[in-house]
């Protein structure tokens, strides 16, 4: 999973499970969509470091906040 944020450099995608990123801009547009291209590789970051389940994963219920009674 990632967050698609924005900075200085243009739109970059950022990994929910470690600091890496990757930046739209990084990619050559006679290649189609750079955006595309930043999600795909996002998407491969994600299997190679953090395995398959890392993309199919559900966000993991947490259990309800009971502070107050
Ligand atoms: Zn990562």
Redesign the pocket.
Known sequence: MYTISKDVGGIVLI????P?IERVNGFSETLGSRRTQAAWAMKV??RD??GADSVLRAIPKKPAMRSQP
Do not use: A, M, T, V
């Open positions: 990994c929910h499970d470690c890496h970051h994600s470091k953090h």
